[in-house]
């Protein structure tokens, strides 16, 4: 059984809402872990067999340490047939491996540099800006319910969850709204939270 490292309300919680959707959250030991929070709390817990310390962290049934939250993401869909991704060879494989690439290369450091007010020739000639992304993701769902189509997939998960965790990340864009409501709908929210306010018991 796969090891994932956790800890509740943080970058790994969207590895739970997958596994929840996928039915396998059973099928993966869930080790509860802490981390140093931007808030001051929280600390890095030696029981995290990620590097630095980071969450999610997934270790294989062959002792192989996975990181990233697209890798790992990516890495139980496939584990488990694929329920939430096109196979290989699918049309929508190629826009599906994009957004799993664009959540970590470009969305994650622009928005931590919008939320930091980082605003430097280096990081918007390589990354671009917020403008840039909310393009993107408007004309991916400019006639489509999700980034992909008509389907749900983890490409939505990824990319939606941090509006999601911080709606005042939000763009005032009424397409990404509905499609961050969508994408939350389509989730078991209930479950998450009852599970993550379990997870958070561990540390209170
Ligand atoms: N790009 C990484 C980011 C991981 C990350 O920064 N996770 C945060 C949780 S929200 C963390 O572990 N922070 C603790 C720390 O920085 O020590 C991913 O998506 O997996």
């Not at 943080?10 to 059973?26: H, N, Y």
């Amino acid at each position: 059984m796969p090891t994932l490292y956790h800890s509740p309300n943080s970058r790994s919680s969207r590895v739970i809402a997958q596994l929840i959707l996928m039915g396998k959250l059973d099928e993966v030991e869930v080790v509860f872990v802490d981390i140093p929070r931007q808030d001051g709390g929280g600390r890095l817990d030696p029981r995290n067999l990620h590097p630095e310390g980071k969450v999610p962290y997934l270790l294989t049934d062959e002792g192989h340490g996975v990181r990233e939250s697209a890798a790992i993401m990516m890495y139980l869909d496939e584990l488990f047939g694929q329920p939430l991704s096109p196979k290989i060879g699918a049309p929508q494989r190629g826009a599906y491996l994009s957004w799993m690439a664009y959540a970590g290369g470009v969305l994650e450091p622009v928005l931590v540099a919008a939320f930091s007010g980082l605003d430097h020739p280096a990081m918007t000639n390589t990354f671009r800006s917020m403008t840039e992304v909310c393009n993107a993701l408007e004309t991916a769902l400019s006639d489509a319910p999700y980034l992909l189509g008509d389907d749900l997939s983890l490409a939505d998960i990824l990319l939606a969850s941090p509006f999601q965790w911080a709606p005042h990340l939000m763009p005032d864009n009424p397409v990404l709204q509905a499609w961050v409501k969508r994408v939350g709908a389509a989730q078991d929210s209930e479950a998450i939270l009852a599970y993550e306010t379990k997870a958070m018991e561990q540390f209170s």
